[in-house]
């Protein structure tokens, strides 16, 4: 009763601060309307009193733990639901000291090996609902803002190989090539001899099966392989989706592997996302925690000066440095929708935590890039310490493909 009480006092003070299109349905049939309105764009149904100490604390993480635990349902537009969240989240950070957490893991080869596997070995046919049919899993490229969501994946391959001026006949290493879509697209367009390396079975067995189909065989390799133990020397290397599991100690580490691999004239093209506290805490609201517990196992972001900083102690030098953040939001937007679309053949292939998971993560990261919470960067290199005269003198190059 006295939690009831607490609950309707709640909703009172949110109600006339926040006036939000909500509704609160509890479990004893009770409505509780959070603004003002004809009908409420969220219904949000607690299920249980146990569900009280989540909403009356309201952080993302905390949100997000009740609905996947399903001690709170909600029905709405997936993006009107996540408004929603950050509304009720910053209203509780208002009250009390925000929550700033640096946290650091130690990255050992197996550790990374198990989280990388807990991400991307739901299944293949689950990516399949919802990625492209090339299943770039990874940030797209809307070079003129109405591609659909294939041809938009296939122009950000062709940027990322434009970038780093492929040629043919040229050895290229991708590391966490997932299931193989750039890797293909070098070999086919750019004429590449290629290695792709990843830590999950599932996206190994995939794309070694696309190689076999493509008839690449001669020019694709894909090894479930940690990139820390490829050996060789390589005329370029692209790492797409990948150093967001490093962790921020072990970044300049990371890119001096990298600089061992690359051959003295060869280019490095990263692209990751990375976090928008200059300070280095963890994602603002506690949208990082839950992403950590649930989605990322070990999963670090890094500012982007931080990012630069450890390329140049890992012996690069950044060249070119480009924000696809409006790229990002775009992409997670499509994905979405087409996880929306799908949602019955989904929730046939995952039980429905994993589900509730997923939904809610997708939803939140479109959010977050939208609003600045996290952003993403592609950042050219090259071996620090090289003469000048080999930088092109321009950009142009860059969009003057074939």
Known sequence: ????????????????????????????????????????????KARAASALPFLLSPSLDRLGEAYVKGLLDIEGRLTDIVDMGYALARKAAGQSPMERLVRHFRHSQASDKKAIQYHYDVSNAFYQQWLDPAMVYSCAYFENGDEDLASA????????????????????????CGWGALVLRAAQKFGAHCLGVTLSQNQFDLATERVRAAGLE??????LQDYREVQGRFDRITSVGMFEHVGRKQLPRYFSRINELLSDEGLVLNHGITSTDASGGETALGGGRFIDRYVFPQGELPHISLALQAMQQGGLEA??????????????????????????????????????????????????????????????????????SQIPWSRRYMYERA
Not at 28 to 36: A, K, R, S, T, V
């Open 218 to 223: 001669d020019r694709v390799e894909i090894r």
């Open 1 to 44: 009763m006295l939690g009831e009480q607490r609950l309707k006092q709640w909703a009172g003070e949110v109600r006339a601060k926040l006036d939000l299109p909500l509704r609160l349905v509890l479990w004893n049939g009770q409505q509780l309307d959070l603004g003002h309105f004809a009908s409420p764009r969220v219904t949000l």
């Open 153 to 176: 994946q296939i122009k950000k391959i062709d940027h990322i190989l434009t970038k780093v001026r492929l040629q043919p006949g040229q050895r290229l290493l991708d590391i966490g």
């Open 319 to 388: 060249l070119d440095v480009e924000s696809l953040r409006r790229h990002y939001a775009r992409t997670l937007a499509l994905w979405v929708e087409n996880f929306e679309a799908h949602d019955q053949q989904i929730r046939n292939l995952v039980e429905e935590e994993k589900y509730r998971i997923w939904r809610i993560y997708l939803a939140g990261c479109a959010h977050a890039f939208e609003s600045d919470e996290i952003s993403i960067f592609q950042v050219l290199c090259r071996k620090a310490g090289r003469s000048a």
